[in-house]
């Protein structure tokens, strides 16, 4: 029968290990399906992001009691799972409490006794943040771009951390009370009561030693299987985030963020035109500007709209959307990874893509949501990871403007007047101070 378990879980731990490893191979490669570019300036300036916004959460600390909150479940998900290594060693080599021999006792309890009070701290926050995402109905949580998957995906995600912590919690007070009892497999690991479960001990004392090992080895399987599970959830949910918050942040634009990006190929038709000279005279494939589609945008864009945390900060931001405009810089980001996902999907069909006649824009991200868009890059500042939305705004919008010709009347007429006149106003240059008059 012990050997039966130790071959289960094996079994168990590579079934995980591969549809993980698995689906971050299709992740992977839809993010490099966008076009090159260079973010290895400046490391040292890199790792300081990685550190202060992914590790430190930085930008979080602008609203201290939410901040200290969501750090609380963020140091419960890092600290508690060094205990997930002992569960995993236990179950390939049949052992129990295997790190009270390496690490003795005075300082196995420390540490056990450590993570039961974060798993009591992580369990008191999901109960405030349900709460928080479905009592209160702050603006941000109850949006329609929350309507249907999504906002049942943030429920799940901390349902699933209060019963991972309340198991973990009830295997310690079986464990302990079996250990007081003198059953043989758990007092020869004896490690003494832990803090928080051993107030879990008047509600299990009523039970044979038959139900508590059985309670105990329940709670230890479903809490290894629960986080195998939510491993394997991760790539098909927001909470992606806890694993790619930190390329990310080492990715991010260290430019100004008013800064935008000239296309070079725009410039040399500007030079071009007053150099005639230093144009090319070999016939040049015509260059496209912006992008229509998820390939055309850089592959930074693309890890972007994966990290997307979904938490809706940018889009309470967003002056456009303040005032009830389409745009929701929160939805250009879920909509770009939906296509991704889509365009991800078509190729593993296909073995390439095979044109499904749908693109990011208008199948998925409308005209009016991005004319609404100011550029005024609340969103990017709002943005606790460094998701940068209006990086993917501008690039769709250079495509309406500069490919399809589509734009508004009002923009074709400034247009017009920068290009006559090197300013948005029907004035000549000579007579820029005409406006005085009027």
């Known amino acids: 029968m012990h050997y039966l378990q130790q071959i289960a879980f094996v ?3 590579l079934a995980a290990v591969w549809f993980f490893s698995r ?4 992740i992977r490669r839809n993010i490099l399906l966008g076009k090159d570019a260079d973010y290895s300036d400046h490391p040292e300036l890199r790792w300081k992001n990685l550190l202060l916004l992914a590790f430190g959460q930085k930008k979080m600390f602008k609203n201290p009691l939410v901040a200290l909150l969501h750090f609380v479940i963020y140091a419960g998900f890092v600290i508690i799972n060094l205990e997930v290594l002992e569960i995993v060693l236990d179950g390939l080599l049949g052992t129990h409490r295997l790190f009270t021999g390496f690490l003795g006792l005075g300082f196995y309890r420390f540490l056990i006794n450590s993570f039961e009070w974060l798993a009591l701290g992580v369990l008191l ?4 943040f349900l709460a928080r995402r479905n009592l209160l109905k702050l603006g ?8 249907g998957w999504p906002r049942s995906d943030a429920n799940y995600i901390l349902l699933t951390e209060i019963l991972l912590m309340l198991l973990f919690l009830t295997m310690n007070a079986a464990d302990t009370l079996l250990q007081e009892r003198g059953v043989a497999a758990y007092a020869a690991h004896p490690t003494g009561s832990f803090v928080i479960s051993s ?5 299990l004392n009523g039970y044979s030693d038959q139900v508590l090992v059985l309670l105990e080895r329940t709670c230890w399987w479903l809490h290894i299987a629960g986080i195998l599970a939510f491993l394997n959830y991760l ?3 927001k909470h992606l985030h806890i694993l790619l918050a930190f390329p990310n942040a080492y990715y991010a634009r260290l430019e100004v963020q008013g800064k935008m990006k000239n296309m070079p190929s ?3 038709e500007v030079i071009y035109a007053m150099q005639p000279e230093l144009a090319p005279t070999d016939a040049a494939e015509a260059p496209s500007f912006g992008a229509k589609d998820v390939m055309e945008l850089s592959w930074r864009n693309l890890l972007d709209a994966y ?3 979904e938490c809706g900060r940018c889009s309470a931001a967003c002056p456009a959307n303040s005032t009830g405009k389409l745009l929701s810089p929160r939805k250009i980001m879920m909509d770009t990874r939906d296509r991704l996902e889509e365009v991800g999907k078509n190729i593993d069909k296909n073995g390439q893509f095979v044109a499904d006649g749908k693109s990011l824009v208008h199948d998925y991200i409308s005209t009016e949501e991005l004319r609404a868009c100011t550029t005024c890059n609340a969103c990017v500042e709002a943005c606790p990871v460094s998701i940068n939305p209006l990086e993917i705004i501008l690039e769709l919008r250079r495509s309406l403007v500069m490919e399809a010709s589509n734009a508004p009347q009002e923009w074709n007429a400034m247009f017009s007047n920068v290009e006559n006149n090197f300013a948005p106003w029907k004035f000549s240059p000579d007579e820029r101070d005409a406006w005085i008059n009027n």
Do not use: A, E, G, Y
């Not at 926050?125 to 405030?128: S, Y």
């Open 307 to 309: 990290s997307c945390t």
């Open 199 to 203: 107030l879990l001990h008047p509600f």
């Open 140 to 147: 941000r949580f109850i949006s329609k771009d929350l309507d």
């Open 125 to 128: 926050v999901c109960i405030v």
């Open 23 to 26: 689906q971050v191979k299709f």
């Open 11 to 13: 079994l168990l731990l």
């Open 235 to 237: 790539p098909f949910s």
């Open 266 to 268: 725009i410039q040399n």
